[in-house]
């Protein structure tokens, strides 16, 4: 199992998150995003500059996953390509897309973006907290513990 990041919008606190669980875990996390992203001096971490435009990122990040790996991305759409490609998907506030929710969260979006196209202003989502980041930590927690195999866990 890899781990992928939709970089360039993933906040810097999960990103440090994700970098301790792929020095202590020896699991490889790849950060994929259209700008330069600096990332410690790791065997197990990478980053990839995509050239920027549309999706240029997300469509990186999906012919590159396996069944299995994790994907961390606050992009409905990509979420969804990611769990029709079999992968895990994983928000920065440490909730997961599933097959369950992420029609109603496509949906979602699209109503809002359609009341923003009309002059609504829907604000925007809350500040990123300490409760966010914790949250996080604890789901990949939990999701790396159900994947490791048995003897990884020792």
């Known amino acids: ?17 994700l970098f301790r669980v792929a020095e202590r875990l020896q699991l490889q ?9 600096r990332v410690p001096g790791s065997r197990f971490i990478r980053a990839i500059q995509v050239p920027s ?29 990611v769990l029709e490609k079999g992968g895990d998907a994983l928000n920065p506030r440490g909730e997961f897309y599933t097959r369950d929710n992420i029609a109603q969260q496509l949906t979602m979006r699209a109503f809002m973006e359609e009341l923003r196209s009309s002059g609504v202003d ?20 939990r999701h790396l513990a159900r994947r490791r195999p048995p003897s990884a866990q020792n």
């Open 1 to 17: 199992m890899e781990i992928w990041v939709d970089a360039d919008a993933c906040p810097g606190v999960i990103k440090d998150i």
């Open 29 to 37: 996390v790849t950060l994929i995003a259209n700008q330069l992203i």
């Open 53 to 81: 435009g549309p999706d240029v990122a997300d469509t990186e990040i999906v012919e590159r996953l396996a069944p299995g790996d994790l994907v961390i991305t606050g992009d409905i759409p990509l979420a969804a390509r």
């Open 122 to 141: 829907t604000g925007g989502p809350s500040a990123f907290s300490q409760a966010d980041r914790q949250q996080f930590a604890n789901a990949l927690d």
